[in-house]
């Protein structure tokens, strides 16, 4: 009977290590996995950190060495958003006014009536008129009862701008990571380029592909995105999953974390917003505590109204790309001076600027040869009639752009009539009605 006890809790034991045996196994390689994973880890953050540290560190020596011996100053804005690498000093003024970044906005003092006018009257013209002349009579009370707005900007700073605008041997532009903003030598800056481009992933492309990649790119983010959604489940934690699925693929892309929200927002979490069927839209500058009145009085019309921001460090002082010449401007007006008097032309057009200035000149050079040729060029050309009549020569060499940006005709015309009424203009007519 003890032989056969014996035998039994054998054969349990037996049984017990065959089956819980590889679990116990298992389990000791998970451990040891586990911690070598973390040694990995490890291991990998602390090279990651000392290639952080070296190359802080060349990054300052450069800086250092451009930027003369350091100073109290120097050592006390080491850490700041200004990263100097060329060989020009930067004054202490110059420096604060680039410590508020590329976007910084210079505010306006006010609101002129000539800088609303454009977009604001070409929706009126399709409200009723005597609601649209009631528009205008609050906005012109709000305009001529604004307050001039503070400064955001210390005189010492704007003549730091002027002055940085005036330098054509160095280049400032947005740093590659983080928030920086980096100053370097124009023959510097050109010498990367050209070496990204010969030995760099980049290739140059023509200007008129820009925008067709930059389609098929947003085409291809949508595409992916519903191919998604089509794949999710009814659930909330699916969603969940899938949204985190998505955006960490897109975040690995390299996609901007801008983009893949607002995709988000529009295809996977769709928001049920009151339809409001608005007139139209108008696009006013920004100064606090006007627009916003601005916009409470075009909204009771049912008149959308976007804020337009005011120039800014950007704009005024990274010039990266080569500048357009005046004469391949489009959607603009313009300005021709009589050489022998003080009249001029004010034109509008959305062709490119020399297009237009080819037909003046082909009229003025094209004398009539009889009476109706004369009537045909009094109806089509005020500038060659001013030309014909007094012999006075027209100026069409220097012509200046006086508005930029009106993809809109009526737009246009509202700014052509502005001009008009400011200028001596030899213009036949005064353009679209102003009230």
């Known amino acids: 009977m003890a032989i056969t006890n014996r035998t039994e809790v054998t054969r349990d034991f037996q049984l017990i290590e065959n089956n819980y045996g590889p679990c116990v196994r298992k389990l000791s390689n998970f451990q040891l996995i586990k911690t070598k994973t973390t040694e990995v880890k490890a291991i990998q953050g602390q090279h990651c950190k000392e290639r952080q540290i070296r190359k802080f560190e060349k990054l300052l020596s450069k800086t250092q060495n451009s930027s003369g011996p350091v100073t109290n100053h120097d050592a006390r804005t080491s850490h700041c958003s200004v990263v100097n690498l060329s060989n020009r000093p930067l004054s202490e003024e110059e420096r604060c006014i680039l410590e508020k970044g590329l976007h910084f906005a210079v ?11 454009p977009s604001v009257e070409s929706v009126f013209q399709k409200l009723p008129p005597m609601e649209a002349e009631k528009l205008r009579i609050q906005l012109v009370t709000v305009l001529k009862s604004q307050q001039p707005g503070a400064p955001n900007n ?9 002055g940085l605008k005036k330098v054509d041997n160095i280049v400032i532009t947005k740093a ?15 010498q990367k380029v050209k070496q990204h481009l010969a030995e760099g992933p980049y290739r140059q492309i023509d200007n008129a592909n820009i925008t067709s990649i930059m389609n098929r790119r947003k085409a291809e983010v949508g595409k992916y995105l519903f191919s998604v959604i089509n794949h999710l489940g009814q659930e909330e934690v699916d969603r969940t999953a899938a949204q985190i699925e998505v955006i960490n693929k897109l975040r690995g892309s390299g996609y901007p974390a801008s983009l893949i929200r607002r995709q988000l927002r529009r295809v996977l979490v769709p928001v049920e917003k009151p339809k409001r069927e608005w007139l139209g839209t108008a696009v006013i500058p920004y100064k606090p505590g006007t627009s ?8 009771t019309a049912n008149i959308r109204v976007g804020f337009q921001r005011g120039n800014t460090l950007r704009s005024a002082l990274v010039q990266l790309k080569d500048r357009l010449p005046a004469n391949r401007t489009r959607d603009c007006v313009y300005k021709i001076k009589c050489s022998d008097c003080i009249k001029v032309y004010i034109g509008q057009t ?21 009476a109706d040729e004369y009537r045909a060029l009094l109806k089509d050309s005020a500038i060659a009639e001013h030309a014909l009549d007094t012999g006075h020569k027209i100026d069409l060499e220097n012509v200046e752009v006086l508005r ?23 213009n036949r007519i005064e353009g679209v009605e102003l009230a």
Request: aromatic residues 2%.
């Open 292 to 299: 916003e009145t601005i916009r409470r009085i075009l909204n």
């Open 107 to 117: 505010s306006k003092r006010v609101i002129r009536a000539e800088e609303i006018i």
């Open 350 to 370: 959305a062709r490119e600027l020399h297009t237009r200035i080819v037909e003046h000149k082909r009229k003025i050079n094209k004398p009539p040869r009889n």
């Open 404 to 426: 930029r940006g009106l993809r809109s005709t009526s737009q246009r015309l509202m700014a052509e009539a502005v001009e008009i009424a400011k200028h001596p203009s030899v």
């Open 176 to 190: 590659d990571k983080g928030k920086a903003t980096v100053v370097m030598d124009k023959s510097d800056y050109l």
């Open 154 to 162: 210390t005189p010492a700073e704007r003549r730091a701008l002027n």
